[in-house]
C-alpha cells in the first residue's frame, strides 16, 4: 500500500515535470537564449563583419517588410540586398554554433502603411499563405535558422484573432518543411508588447492569444521598453519597477506569466538606448521634472529623443556628466546642461538579467546591438551576468536585487492604482506550487519513514 502511494507520487512528479520540459524544448533541445537584433540600416557604423559573435547565441535581422499589394515578404533595397544574402554566412564564419532569424515586421521608423500591411495580410488567409511561404522561401535561400514576426502591435480583438491563425498556420508549413527538407525546423519568434494586455489610447483592453503563442512559437521576444514615449516629465523609459503605475519591466513579464507563456518561452528585452529630453529648468533635474520637448536627434537612431548606449557613453566621458542609478525604479540618468537622458547602465543590464534569471526565462535581447560599443561593453556585461548568475539560480542561491520593493508593492496614494491584480496572483499561483512541492516532499518522507 505504501509503495503504491509512493509510487503515484512519484509518477506525479514525474509527469509534471515532463509536461513543463515539454514546452521548454527548442528544436528538440534545452537551450539558453542571449540575443540581439541587429538594423539592416546600420552597417555604416556597425559592419557585420565587425560583431563579436561570441557574446550572442542568436542574431536577428531587422527587418523585412510586407508588401502592401501582393502581401509577400519585401526584399530589401538594391543596396542592402547583398548584405542581407551574406548576412548568415558572413555571421557563421565567425561564429559556427550562432542561429540567425530573419525578422519581419514593422520596421524602425513605423508608419501606418506597414502596419496595415501586415493587419491586412493576416485578416485574410490566401494572403496568409502567400506570405508564409515566401518567408520561408526566404530564409531557406539565405542560410537563416529562423523567422521572427515582429507585428508592432496589432491593435484590436481582429488582429489579434488573425494574429492566431497566422502564427498557427506558419508552425504548420514550417513543421511541414522540416519534412521535406534534411534541415533542421527553423524557429519561429514574436515579438510582443512589454505586458500581454495592451493599453495604449487606439487599442482598448486587447489580450493576446496567450495559448497560440505558447503553442506555435518557439518564444516570444518581450518590448520591454518607451514605456514614457510621450511623457512631459523626466521618466524611465524602461524601467524595472514602478510604484504607481504598471508601465514597468517587472509588472509586463509576470502579466505574461500569469496570463499562462511557460517562463521558458519569454525573452527579456534589454534597450541599448536612452530616452532624452530638454528640461524645463536644469536646476530640476532628478524623475519626474518638467520637460519642454524631446532630445536632439543624433547619428546612429536618427530619431529626435532616442541616444544609442554608444552616444550616451561618449557624452558621459566627454562632459563628466553624474550618472544616477535609482534602485527605486531600476534605472539610470543624467543631465548635461538642459538635456536630461534615461537608459539602462551596466547597473540596470545586470539587474534585469538577475530579475529575467530568477523569473527562469529563457534568456534576453539586446535592442539593438548596433547601439552598442566598439568593444561590445553592454553585451559583454549582459553575457556575463547571465553566464556567472545562471549556476547560482539553478543551485537556488539567492542574490539580492538592489531595489527596494518588490513588483508587486504599490505605494498607498500618490499617482493611479495598478489596473489589475494579476501580479499578486502569480505570487498566489507560486507560492501553491511551492507549498505542493513541499507536500509531496513530507508525503514522501512519511511513507519512507513507516
Ligand atoms: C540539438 O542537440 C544536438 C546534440 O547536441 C545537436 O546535434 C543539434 O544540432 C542540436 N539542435 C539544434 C537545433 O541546435
Ligand atoms: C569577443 O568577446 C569575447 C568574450 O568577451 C572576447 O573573449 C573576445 O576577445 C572578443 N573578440 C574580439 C575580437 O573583441
Ligand atoms: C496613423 O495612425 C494614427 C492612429 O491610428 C492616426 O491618428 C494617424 O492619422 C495616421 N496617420 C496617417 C498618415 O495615416
Ligand atoms: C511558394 O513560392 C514558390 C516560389 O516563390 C512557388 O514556386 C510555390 O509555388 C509557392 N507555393 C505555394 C504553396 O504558394
Ligand atoms: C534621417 O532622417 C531624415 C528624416 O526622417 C531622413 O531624411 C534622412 O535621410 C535620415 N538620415 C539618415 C542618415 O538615415
Ligand atoms: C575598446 O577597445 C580598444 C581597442 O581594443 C581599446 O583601446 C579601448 O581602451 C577599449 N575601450 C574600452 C572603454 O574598453
Ligand atoms: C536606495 O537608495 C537610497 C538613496 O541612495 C538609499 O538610502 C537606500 O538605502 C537604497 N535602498 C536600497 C534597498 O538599497
Redesign the pocket.
Known sequence: MHHFILLLILAFTYFSQSQQQQQCLINGNNTQVRAGYWFS?SN?YSPVSQINTSLYTHLYYYSLSVDETNFVVTLPTEDQLPLFTTFSSTLKSNNPSLKTLLSIGTNE?ANNASNSAISTMASDQTHRAVFINSSLQLARAHGFDGLDFAWQFPSSQHDMSNLENLLAEWRHSINDDAKNSPAVTLLLTATVYFSDHLFSEDSNNVDYPIDTISNNVDWANVFCFNYHKNSDVTAADAALFDQVSHFSTSYGIVSWLDAGVPPCKLLLGVPLFGRSWFLKNKMKNGLGAQVVAAGP?L?LS??TGIMAYFEITEMLEDTNSIMIYDNRTGSSYFSNGGLWVTFDSLEVIEEKIDFALQNGLLGYFLWPISYDTINYTASRQAMNVWTRDYGSVAAGVEFGLKHGNSPVEFAAGGGPPPQSSRSVRNFQTIYAFHLCFYLQLFLLYYCASI
Open positions: 540600416n555604416h521608423h536627434r547619428k536618427n530619431q
